[in-house]
């Protein structure tokens, strides 16, 4: 059985194997919680963000009585934001915040989630918010051996205070329709908010 302490090399191998080579990468750590990292891919005229650490462990409820050390959720979180129209570096702290918010807090990060880091995104963002999307559109989940559930790379797509707010009203797949709808380009770090009702 793979132990969790090879899981993040098994991690970055999937993420290079995609992405190239990261350009960029920072630690960050939590009290109680694993050392995350944050690795930075130049990828033509997107940057994409990836932690590093948080599938070390399996997620867990809050209000389970007891915890399975093998079994569970894991996952990856993934950012991907147009090149320089602004300095993205400080996202790095706040990503492993989100990443490491599962040992810390007790969170389960699935997809149609909202997490919010109470502070911009990076240095001027007008996103302090993010919902968590669906895996496997940009790197397919990574394998483990039974009874190990796989890694998943769920992508985090920023939303303004308003569109967060309605949210948290309509639902995940309603804020995605209008997304849609209005060719919204969710990698633009300076977008504004959709129109909503």
């Known amino acids: 059985m793979i132990r969790s302490a090879d899981l993040p ?8 194997s995609v992405f190239g080579p990261p350009d960029a990468r920072a630690a960050v750590t939590f009290v109680g919680a694993d050392r995350i990292e944050v ?23 809050p209000l389970a009585t007891a915890v399975d050390p093998v079994r569970g959720p894991r996952a990856e979180l993934l950012l991907s934001v147009r090149a320089g129209a602004v300095d993205t570096a400080g996202v790095l702290r706040p990503l492993a915040v989100l990443a490491a918010s599962p040992q810390v807090e007790g969170v389960v990060v699935a997809p149609g989630n909202s997490l919010d880091v109470g502070e911009p ?77």
């Open 121 to 197: 995104l990076w240095p001027g963002a007008p996103f302090s918010a993010v919902l968590v999307g669906e895996g496997g559109g940009l790197v397919d989940d990574l394998v483990l051996a039974e009874p190990m559930d796989p890694v998943r790379f769920l992508p985090l797509l920023p939303m303004t205070a308003n569109e967060a707010a309605w949210k948290r009203v309509r639902g995940a797949a309603a804020l995605q329709e209008r997304w849609l709808a209005a060719g919204t380009d969710l990698r633009d770090p300076l977008r504004g908010s959709v129109a909503l009702d």
């Open 39 to 61: 690795l930075r891919f130049a990828d033509g005229d997107l940057l994409r963000y990836a932690t590093l650490g948080m599938s070390a462990q399996p997620m867990a409820d």
């Open 9 to 16: 090399a098994l991690v970055e191998e999937r993420l290079c």
